[in-house]
């Protein structure tokens, strides 16, 4: 009996033990173990999204942790675990996370699931860089949308070639903020330069786009080139190492310094045109109505009843009034004629802020440029927007590019 008291007394412990503590004494309220940092809370929303967890590495200086770890491949094995590799935007803010790395380990609907849980917590968050994570046609609409949804700025997809991939889903978007793309050796061919270059001229966002070490030809770029015809966003465009001749180089080099326009350009010219005049007759028909209305009420305001009819000054006091009335009649005249020089720079500075705007407008579209007829051609100025274009390559000892 002794014995069977004592094991039970023993079961009883370590059921004790291994109760768990009440709601009250847990750190989160919600009981789902979140803390509002990223660092800490991205493992735990992949274990509840049934994965392995996934470690956060900080960055305490640039390429700090990177060549610590490089250093030591042979002796440490957890090199070669999954990883996020995140640069804070103040070391001394925890979760102020402002570039993301992902590199070399496969990326799923699950990964893409629990960023999309994760990156609320990252107000700072700029930049996603993603090299060799094995990204596929549907992962990549489901990319575009997360970065579309969260304004990222900067985005680089190195080293993820997709057969067929349309690329241009990445800004292809109304409020698409994206300033920065790399798309460094994706095997982009011709297919996905042109849909790269159908998407340029009502893109208003993008300023630097990296599509080196890929696959595109002359055919290719002439499909960029037009879509630089239109575009005046972006500045930076790189092509190098890719399989660009001579033809695809004397594109670009005629869109930069001038170039014919079309058939369709000359009409959405012309009608460009037309719907403006529209416009501004528009615009001045009310302009004149109520500079009309404005006259008659300053005439109205500027005859005022006289009260001299009501009013019987005395004989002594009449020299005092006179002068009151002088001095007052002078302040009246200046205090009537500030509020019209007011109004009229309201109208002025009004006036010009539309002209600005229409200026604006006429300099961001390429069509209301002047024209140049030469040889029964209508010639513009290429793009001016665009300062740097890289197309060098390597090159072999035979002199052929590889």
């Known amino acids: 009996e002794s014995l069977a008291t004592c094991e039970m007394t023993k079961r009883g412990a370590q059921k004790v033990a291994e109760k768990p503590p009440p709601e009250s004494e847990s750190s989160n309220s919600d009981g789902d173990g979140l803390t509002g940092i990223f660092e800490t809370d991205f493992p735990i929303l992949c274990v509840q999204e049934e994965m392995h967890p996934v470690d956060v590495v900080v960055l305490a200086s640039k390429g700090a942790v990177v060549e610590e770890s490089e250093a030591k491949v042979e002796e440490n094995a957890d090199f070669f675990r999954p990883k996020v590799v995140v640069e804070l935007e103040d070391e001394s803010v925890r979760g102020s996370v402002k570039t993301m790395h992902v590199r070399g380990?496969?990326?799923?609907?699950?990964?893409?699931?629990?960023?999309?849980?994760?990156?609320?917590?990252?107000?700072?968050?700029?930049?996603?860089?993603?090299?060799?994570?094995?990204?596929?046609?549907?992962?990549?609409?489901?990319?575009?949308?997360?970065?579309?949804?969260?304004?990222?700025?900067?985005?680089?997809?190195?080293?993820?070639?997709?057969?067929?991939?349309?690329?241009?889903?990445?800004?292809?978007?109304?409020?698409s903020l994206l300033q920065q793309l790399s798309l460094r050796g994706n095997c982009l061919d011709d297919a996905g330069a042109q849909c790269l270059g159908e998407c340029l001229p009502a893109n208003q966002s993008l300023l630097i786009l990296d599509l080196s070490h890929n696959r595109i030809s002359s055919v290719g770029a002439k499909h960029l080139v037009a879509g630089l015809r239109i575009n005046r966003t972006l500045l930076s465009l790189s092509l190098a190492n890719n399989k660009i001749d001579d033809k695809g180089a004397c594109a670009l080099a005629e869109v930069l310094s001038r170039f014919a326009l079309s058939h369709h350009e000359i009409v959405a010219r012309r009608m460009y045109h037309a719907e403006k005049k529209q416009t501004t007759e528009v615009e001045k028909k009310p302009t004149s109505a109520s500079q009309i209305a404005g006259k008659d009420r300053s005439k109205e305001k500027s005859t005022p009843p006289s009260k001299k009819r009501d009013v019987a000054p005395k004989k002594e006091e009449k020299a005092k009034k006179d002068e009151k009335e002088a001095s007052a009649g002078r302040g009246k005249k200046i205090s009537s004629a500030d509020p019209k020089k007011r109004t009229k720079g309201k109208k002025l500075s009004e006036q010009g802020d539309d002209g600005a705007k229409t200026l604006c407008l006429e300099h961001c579209n390429p069509l209301v440029e002047p024209v140049e007829e030469v040889g029964g051609k209508k010639y513009i100025l290429g793009n001016r927007a665009l300062t740097n274009l890289n197309l060098s390559c390597e090159m072999t000892v035979s002199g052929s590019s590889f």
Not at 106 to 111: A, G, L, P, Q, T
Not at 114 to 131: E, G, Q, R
Not at 133 to 155: E, M, S, T
């Open 105 to 175: 380990w496969k990326v799923d609907e699950r990964v893409l699931k629990v960023l999309n849980l994760a990156f609320p917590l990252c107000n700072s968050l700029t930049t996603i860089k993603f090299w060799n994570v094995g990204l596929d046609k549907q992962l990549l609409d489901k990319f575009a949308n997360l970065i579309n949804r969260f304004n990222i700025k900067n985005v680089s997809l190195t080293g993820n070639p997709i057969p067929g991939g349309d690329f241009s889903v990445l800004f292809d978007h109304e409020n």
